[in-house]
């Protein structure tokens, strides 16, 4: 599978990267025209990746990256305000919820791939966790799985997940979205201000490491700025929605070089897996609802086994609680990249312990 972040520039492949980001901006504006929800990022993520299947998109170099991821996280940071933290307390027995419910897709989502679809168990745990991408693929590599597969399982699901999340949760809300009132704006050059300074906090939030860096420290900027009061208003609507194209295209592109064939052998699976994975964040965003207060969507964004970026953004988009979802996700990054090497090496003495078991003379 093709990474742009391995590419030099070339007239060539920033022409390319336009044309991409251009057909990502025509499938965002047919999404949000139909007036479907989450329809900028949405529609984007689905025209390139059909790009894709064409072998026409280009994958999306680094300053675009950042400039979506910094023009998302300053918007979400504008919408901060004394108000904004009232869920705070919510926090810890909702994250604890959290985990549980991260084991549960994933020990759903893992049987449907082991009973259904007849996966080894390795493979179908791997293909489950809900994150960590890079990890989770490499480390596959490392044991012999079917890495290929496996990316395909896990790159699907932010696709599956950013299309189908905006329906349940305009379903559930009685047809219509929480998006927030009309607000006052920032000037252009006070934008343009805080949007320098998310850069640089994203930039720093990323040496160190930082999960999701760049948008965590965009937001953490803008949200600084705009509680202290040093910016009058919120980010206009065409800074988040140029981010979402951005981010959607980012997303689209990372299909180029896909193996559709591979997906399309896969789709039942990939299907089941997914939905079963949502079914059970459905229910603990229910849980998270009904018996600690937590707003229904914020909690099904937190708990849904998408990506941090793309699922804080869909939270902004449809009006729910942005720092409650960036938080859970936030979360789940350190749940899953603490527990899992110690998974992995379980796993790997199970089938070194099968292996030999296996071996004539063996126990």
Not at 2 to 19: H, M, P, Y
Not at 85 to 107: I, Q
Not at 197 to 204: H, I, N, P
Not at 297 to 308: D, F, M, S, V
């Amino acid at each position: 599978m093709a990474r742009s972040e391995a590419r030099s520039f070339t007239l060539k492949s920033l022409a390319g990267e336009a044309f991409t980001v251009l057909v990502g901006a025509l499938g965002a504006g047919a999404f949000m025209w139909l007036d479907i929800p989450g329809g900028a990022m949405s529609g984007s993520v689905v025209a390139v990746a059909l790009l894709s299947v064409f072998g026409a998109a280009t994958g999306l170099g680094t300053p675009l990256r950042v400039l979506s991821m910094a023009s998302i996280g300053v918007a979400i940071g504008s919408v901060v305000g004394p108000d904004t933290f009232g869920h705070v307390a919510k926090y810890p027995a909702s994250l604890a919820l959290m985990a549980v419910c991260v084991v549960s897709m994933t020990l759903a989502s893992a049987a449907i791939w082991r009973w259904l679809m007849g996966w080894p168990s390795s493979m179908a745990l791997l293909a489950s966790v809900p994150g960590s991408m890079g990890y989770i693929v490499s480390v596959s590599l490392t044991m012999g799985a079917d890495a290929a597969k496996v990316a395909v399982v896990q790159m699907s699901r932010v696709v599956f997940l950013v299309t189908l999340l905006p329906f349940v949760i305009v379903w559930e809300q009685g047809g219509r979205t929480g998006a927030p009132p009309a607000a006052a704006l920032d000037p252009p050059l006070v934008v343009a201000a805080v949007l320098v300074a998310g850069m640089l906090a994203g930039g720093l939030f990323t040496r160190l490491a930082v999960p999701g860096g760049m948008i965590l420290g965009a937001i953490v900027a803008s949200g600084a700025i705009h509680y202290a009061g040093w910016a009058p208003g919120q980010a206009p609507a065409w800074l988040m929605n140029g981010g979402q194209i951005l981010l959607g295209a980012w997303v689209g592109s990372r299909f180029v070089g896909f193996d559709w064939s591979l997906f399309l052998r896969i789709c039942v699976g990939t299907t089941l897996a997914v939905g079963g994975a949502l079914a059970v964040s459905i229910l603990f965003a229910f849980i998270a609802s009904q018996v600690l207060g937590a707003p229904f969507g914020a909690a099904l964004i937190g708990y849904a086994p998408g990506g941090q970026e793309a699922m804080v953004v869909l939270a902004l988009a449809l009006g729910v609680d942005p720092i409650f979802v960036a938080t859970h996700h936030l979360g789940r990054y350190f749940l899953i990249n603490m527990s899992l090497p110690f998974i992995v090496a379980w796993m790997r003495r199970q089938e070194k312990q099968a292996a030999d078991t296996s071996m004539p003379g063996g126990a």
